[in-house]
């Protein structure tokens, strides 16, 4: 059975109160991320209730939600429904702040975080990952190569992780991996987009490819974690440049 990210964007929410908020973080995430893309249109609200597991009057205030953040548009008549708008980038200033305001134990725990979750998935994909799974890595890492804007080498890379998780046949990897890229994917390539070659992470993720198909799911878990135990580094030294300019300004 295959687990494909969408299984995991409309697998039933957790029960409880607050599910409006919660249908309408788990649509933004996937969102945000390109899982589901700028002018794709979702699922029926009869449809879209039923995976989600909500009622119809839950959903209708989600999606009113998410049209007053510009995240999707309603058309009516003939060939209308819910369809989705991408967001525009976030600015560069208000990631740096982010990532200026994060304290590095708080950093150092999320690291710890993504190398678990996609360090794990990493070895169940070289278990039980099919040959399309492994082609979608291989047109994911493909995309990144070709991307010509930071925006598009986040979501590309967020992208494979997420596939990555998919091809572990986990939907609960796949959601830990798709909460982990909406919290820290955009700070991520911060960094990346100053003082990191993005063809060191297309040959990482190429070499993770490599590992799966050959089901060295050791080495799959090994060169995931290493991977992101660098950029972790990477995340922290930039934090700390930008601490340290900000206490030269106001000093």
């Keep these: 059975m295959h687990q494909l990210p969408g299984a995991a964007v409309f697998a039933p929410v957790d029960d409880g109160s607050g599910r409006v908020e919660v249908v309408v973080r788990r649509l933004a995430e996937a969102i945000a991320l390109g899982l589901v893309a700028d002018g794709d249109q979702l699922p029926a609200e009869l449809e879209l209730a039923a995976s ?36 525009a980038d976030p600015s560069t200033a208000r990631l740096r702040t982010r990532l200026r ?26 278990l039980r990952a099919s040959a399309d799974q492994v082609a979608r890595l291989h047109h994911v890492v493909d995309r990144l190569e070709a991307a010509g804007t930071v925006g598009e080498r986040r979501r590309a890379d967020g992208r494979f992780h997420i596939e990555v998780a998919a091809a572990a ?48 799911a050791d080495r799959a878990r090994t060169l995931t974690e290493e991977h992101l135990d660098r950029g972790t580094e990477r995340l922290m030294e930039f934090h700390w440049r930008l601490v340290t300019q900000g206490r030269r300004e106001w000093g």
Excluded at 111 to 121: C, E, H, M, P, V
Aim: neutral net charge; hydrophobic residues 40%; without cysteine.
């Design 169 to 216: 046949q986990s939907v609960r990897l796949t959601r830990a991996e798709i909460d982990i890229q909406s919290e820290v994917g955009e700070l991520l390539w911060l960094p990346y987009g100053e003082a990191v070659d993005p063809g060191e992470v297309v040959r990482s993720h190429r070499q993770v490819i490599e590992a799966i198909t050959a089901r060295q």
């Design 101 to 126: 305001e994060l304290s590095t134990s708080e950093l150092r725990e999320i690291g710890d975080y993504r190398a678990a979750i996609a360090g794990t998935a990493a070895r169940l994909a070289a």
């Design 52 to 87: 989600l597991n909500v009622s119809t009057v839950t959903l209708r205030a989600a999606l009113a939600a998410l049209r007053e953040r510009g995240l999707v548009e309603t058309r009516r008549g003939r060939g209308g429904g819910t369809f989705v708008r991408g967001p």
